[in-house]
């Protein structure tokens, strides 16, 4: 069965500071994986993907995402947090078998102090 | 351009009242999806239709119905409303098939008493 686990319920980071949000993935084959982002009283918002190419990939707002094979993660990174980067974090995979359907992780909270 | 557009934006219901949750989009996407978000467990997949004129369930469609009406509207029935389907409801959209990424609407929050 597929699956994306995030271990970590909350990460604290101070403005400025470089920010990590951990993924870790669980796909027969190869892996598409995303990030999508969750401001309060929001839906969600599509940040970047992974399907193939260039291990690091850069996507929305400043964030990009390390897929590391071996290690089965893919975090999410930015080198410098904003407040305003304080939000609900999802990592997701798609499918393998089934390309229609993906699976999400329980999210992430992201809080960035001034 | 609205987007996804879901309504209601927020509903109660007592225990065994029925409900449709509507979802629309102008994006001309051909997938579509319902989602419910509980915390700590992240979204978790009701049901989608990959393209107009079909359904298909998810990882917890026990308790649900779906209806794509046409290629816009997507709609989310509960026909006997449990305190277990208190949730958020989200929809989503997907363009093609070798698009992956999802647009989701605002969300339905349902609370069930």
């Known amino acids: 069965a597929q699956s994306v686990a995030q271990p970590e319920d909350q990460v604290n980071v101070a403005e400025g500071n470089p920010l990590t949000v951990k993924c870790t993935y669980s796909v027969s084959g190869n892996p598409y994986l995303f990030w999508y982002v969750q401001y309060p009283n929001r839906g969600l918002q599509f940040l970047l993907k992974y399907i193939t190419g260039d291990n690091l990939v850069k996507g929305s707002y400043g964030f990009e995402a390390e897929f590391n094979k071996s290690q089965t993660s893919f975090h999410l990174k930015k080198p410098s947090a904003l407040v305003s980067d304080s939000a609900l974090y999802f990592c997701?995979?798609?499918?393998?078998?089934?390309?229609?359907?993906?699976?999400f992780g329980s999210g992430t909270k992201l809080n960035v102090k001034p | 351009n609205a987007g996804v557009t879901q309504t209601p934006k927020f509903q109660v219901l007592k225990t065994g009242q029925s409900m449709t949750l509507q979802c629309a989009q102008d994006?001309?996407?051909?997938?579509m999806y319902w989602y419910r978000q509980d915390p700590g467990m992240g979204l978790r997949l009701i049901y989608y239709?990959?393209?107009?004129?079909?359904?298909d369930k998810g990882e917890v469609p026990n308790g649900y119905n779906v209806s794509r009406l046409n290629k816009r509207e997507f709609s989310l029935r509960l026909e006997s409303a449990a305190p277990s389907q208190t949730s958020v409801y989200f929809c989503?959209?997907?363009?093609?098939?070798?698009?992956?990424?999802?647009?989701f609407g605002p969300g339905t929050r349902l609370t069930v008493t």
């Open positions: 239709s990959a393209s107009e004129g079909t359904t």
């Open positions: 989503a959209t997907r363009t093609t098939v070798f698009s992956y990424e999802q647009y």
């Open positions: 994006m001309n996407h051909n997938s």
């Open positions: 997701a995979v798609r499918d393998s078998d089934n390309f229609n359907k993906f699976y």
